[in-house]
Every structure is written in structure tokens, then in C-alpha cells.
């Protein structure tokens, strides 16, 4: 299937492979683009980093060849996404 932008953030877990590429376009880290795709980094991928240790962190940033940085712009937006379509669940929770 075909689209133009990821499905919504909370949906991470079943990302495709092009579907990260175009998610990383929107937040301004698209150089990483080719290497996440020859690495199959798809969303189930994105949404096992929450639980990296810190040797993971360090093999997933060389392996990408990732400025810190760019590692940290990549894991905080997707955090912030992913927090703040919980915060509409929970608010649409209560009405």
C-alpha cells in the first residue's frame, strides 16, 4: 500500500520500512533516510528503542552513522508524538 505520510504516531509498531523514511523527512532528518531503509528499520524497530540500553543506543548511532544529536531529535520526537496522542486518548477518555 501507498501514502503519502506515516500512519498516525500512536500506529509506530506497524510502520513500514517507507513509511519510517517519510516520517524522518518530516522531522528535518531525512540524510538518515537510505541507511534506516538499507537497515529495514521499520516502526516495530522505532517502537523497541524506548527500551535500548545504552550499548544499543551506541551500536544503533554508528551503525546509522548518526550524529548524538540526531539520535536524540529522532527519539524525542517520536516520545513527544507518541505523548501527546496519548494525552487526546486520555482526554477524549474522560468526556
Excluded: C
Excluded at 544529536?69 to 487526546?88: E, W
Amino acid at each position: 500500500m501507498s501514502r503519502d505520510h506515516p500512519p498516525e504516531p500512536l500506529d509506530f509498531f506497524i510502520w513500514t520500512v517507507e513509511d519510517v523514511g517519510s516520517w524522518l523527512e518530516e522531522i528535518n532528518l531525512g540524510s538518515y533516510r537510505l541507511i534506516f531503509k538499507e537497515n529495514g528499520v521499520n516502526g516495530e524497530y522505532l517502537e523497541s528503542m524506548s527500551v535500548f540500553t545504552t550499548e544499543q543506543i551506541l551500536h544503533f548511532i554508528r551503525r546509522h552513522h548518526m550524529k548524538w544529536g540526531d539520535f536524540i531529535t529522532l527519539f524525542f520526537v517520536k516520545a513527544a508524538k507518541r505523548n501527546r496522542q496519548s494525552r487526546v486518548v486520555s482526554l477524549k477518555l474522560e468526556s
